[in-house]
């Protein structure tokens, strides 16, 4: 025993610095060569996915949906005079579905994108690529509408078949905000939450403008924005607008129309908590109108949805919502996308187990979770306690990453115990203009008392990070840069390619593949819609490696870990929970009562909400330990030369498939470490 040790510690010497066979990361755990590594199931979920089941043969092809049927919405009548028309000009109007503080425009569009385009998001020029080709407004002959005075209610008087209303425009994209299937007059049922413009209809009579929006406007403050050209001269570019509803300009500031497309009036509908009603009635519709030359203002709000609480605001306006509409576009792309199973696609989006590796040699964790993130910008969130302090509570105050995202969700409160002071989010989708598949990761330090700002200056120090791209081209995100801002006193935020926690340390000399992440979505079992039996056969999903001084870990603290599936916008929060939750609901809005302020806490759910990573293995496996018995001896350097000879994965040492030298030098290194 004593001459073998010496012999293969003297090879160790020989070869020094050879690396020791790791995982590879590529969203798959194989149990023959990667068992050695990862521990046993750390958890395995309980809980069928109620965020979409990826089955084996999903796709989507050739059917946007129905549009043309939709008789329900948002109906306006708007004095002539107040648009400076009489009714017998020609006019045009452009506009979309917009989030609420109106910086991020949905792929709902009064005009015409390439079929499958994805939300658009900030400011635009209309008439760049992709866009050039297409045309993001319509024109509008008043003088050949319908005319004839019409009852305001939300709903088209006569159906889209009568002659009531005349139609100007039919959605030809899916939609990116959510597609309404509930039915009710406010959109509030359990599969309520969808924002649509499904076709525009307009009728006039002697003195008023009447437009109605067929589709859906959800009750979370989203708006739909319209602006008319109805003169000569405008606003050809949005600048900055004036009044209580500058806001809305100011969210799309920048944005270039078509060529010959000039805006002078604005019209904007959203919901609102009406503070006024004492939150009796929360996300309560709302009109804006205005001209861009004077101030936008708040034509006043109605009292709720449906024919019973439509009515005349302020300026001569009137309004009526019904959100009943469950027809339209439907929410997903609508030009053939893979059949599962596919590496690169899902369906759904579902947790099924987790696995852990903490390799303290190599000072990285490695943490694989099986299951499946849907194509759609869904986001997993990950949150880290890896030393003492960190956020029990979340914080308003910590870098502005994934647009703000992070501080969107203040105020949610974790089990008691779990302080995250470390953030990822991973997610996929389309990309609106070349209709490939992206994938993305955002990463943060989060501090106990939020973003580290210099004491001297004033300005902040701590990093955004991110990573992503096209699947084709990165298939893995190492977050190995280029991107890393200097602060120079005048940034309000840094962002950077690399983690952020090693960036802030040392911003020259940013470190690069501290943070490896990769995806793979072939798994169709698991968890369904109605079952948990096959969650923990599912070896596919996200597989995570962060460098432990990245992380943050103290070398003494367990690591734990926190995380849930959440919607593309943060704010619903799926049933797939790290941990697991009782009953098979998802958690939903994590402002339930709709009053501005998150009020999730998980204090309140049985059970934890969280999985501890250093329980079962914080130390390397025994590697060498090939006969299982927990003591290295002549048995496993048999075993090893058997496998060996054999080719067999478990004898590839270095992880490369092949077996050499470099393989043999491996082992020998394992045995002389002994067992932990």
Not at 22 to 32: C, H, L, N, R, S
Not at 214 to 243: C, F, H, K, R, V
Request: hydrophobic fraction near 40%; proline fraction near 4%.
């Amino acid at each position: 025993m004593k001459i073998r040790t010496a012999v293969a510690t003297s090879m160790i010497a020989s070869i020094a610095g050879l690396a020791m066979a790791q995982p590879t990361i590529d969203g798959m755990y194989d149990p023959g060569t990667e068992s050695g590594f990862y521990s046993d199931l750390i958890w395995v979920n309980d809980n069928p996915t109620a965020f979409g089941d990826n089955s084996a043969g999903l796709f989507t092809g050739g059917d946007f949906g129905n549009p043309e049927v939709v008789d329900t919405g948002i109906e306006l009548c708007i004095p002539l005079a107040s648009l400076g028309l009489s009714g017998n000009e020609s006019i045009r109007i452009a506009g979309w579905v917009n989030s609420g503080d109106r910086t991020f425009k949905a792929n709902q569009i009064v005009g015409f994108l390439p079929i499958d385009t994805g939300n658009l998001g900030g400011a635009q020029d209309f008439n760049a690529a992709p866009l050039d080709g297409t045309t993001q407004h319509i024109d509008i002959d008043l003088s050949a509408i319908a005319s004839g005075t019409v009852t305001v209610d939300g709903v088209i008087d006569g159906g889209v078949g009568g002659s009531a209303y005349t139609n100007v425009f039919l959605q030809g994209n899916y939609t990116g905000f959510g597609n309404e299937t509930d039915g009710t007059v406010d959109g509030s049922g359990p599969n309520g939450g969808g924002s649509e413009i499904d076709g525009i209809y307009m009728a006039k009579d002697a003195t008023n403008l009447y437009i109605f929006v067929a589709g859906n406007l959800e009750g979370n403050g989203n708006a739909i924005d319209l602006y008319i050209d109805a003169a000569a001269g405008g606003s050809s570019t949005l600048g900055s607008g004036s009044g209580d509803g500058a806001f809305i300009v100011d969210g799309q500031s920048g944005l270039e129309f078509d060529s010959g497309f000039d805006a002078d009036y604005l019209l904007s509908m959203d919901a609102w908590n009406d503070d006024d009603d004492d939150g009796t009635t929360p996300n309560v519709p709302r009109a804006w109108f205005g001209g861009l030359s004077g101030t936008i203002d708040d034509m006043g709000s109605l009292a709720g949805y449906g024919a019973a609480n439509a009515g005349a605001l302020a300026g001569g306006v009137s309004m009526g919502v019904d959100n009943s509409n469950a027809e339209g576009v439907i929410g997903d792309q609508s030009q053939s996308t893979p059949v599962t199973p596919d590496i690169e696609w899902a369906y759904g989006s579902e947790l099924d187990n987790a696995r852990v590796y903490i390799d303290i040699p190599n000072n990285k964790l490695y943490l694989f979770i099986a299951g499946n993130m849907e194509s759609n910008y869904n986001k997993m969130m990950l949150f880290f306690d890896s030393q003492p302090g960190g956020q029990n509570v979340m914080l308003d105050s910590n870098v502005d990453i994934s647009f703000n995202g992070l501080n969107s969700m203040s105020n949610i409160t974790f089990d008691s115990g779990f302080e995250p002071d470390y953030w990822l989010n991973i997610n996929n989708g389309v990309d609106g203009g070349t209709g490939g598949l992206l994938r993305f990761t955002d990463a943060a330090t989060l501090r106990t008392n939020g973003a580290l700002i210099d004491p001297f200056f004033g300005v902040i120090v701590d990093y955004g990070s991110y990573d992503g791209g096209d699947v084709t081209t990165m298939p893995l995100l190492p977050f190995d840069g280029p991107r890393i801002d200097i602060q120079d006193g005048s940034l309000g935020s840094l962002f950077a390619n690399y983690g952020p926690r090693l960036s802030q340390l040392d911003p020259m000399s940013p470190i690069g593949n501290l943070i490896n992440i990769d995806l793979d979505n072939s798994n169709v079992d698991g968890v369904t819609d109605s079952s948990a039996a096959g969650a923990a056969a599912v070896n596919t999903g996200m597989e995570i490696c962060i460098d432990l001084d990245e992380l943050g870990w103290d070398g003494e603290q367990d690591i734990l870990v926190a995380g849930w599936i959440v919607n593309g916008g943060f704010d619903f929060i799926s049933n797939q929970i790290l941990g697991g939750i009782p009953g098979t609901d998802n958690i939903g809005p994590r402002d339930a009562d709709g009053d501005g302020t998150n009020d999730l806490d998980f204090n309140t759910i049985a059970g934890e909400q969280f999985l501890n990573l250093s329980n079962p293995v914080i130390d390397p496996p025994c590697l060498a330990d090939l006969t299982g018995d927990g003591v290295l001896n002549f048995f496993d350097v048999s075993a090893f030369l058997q496998a060996f000879g054999a080719q067999d994965p478990i004898a590839d040492f270095t992880n490369d498939g092949i077996w050499n030298f470099f393989d043999v030098s491996a082992f020998l290194g394992a045995f002389a470490a002994g067992c932990p």
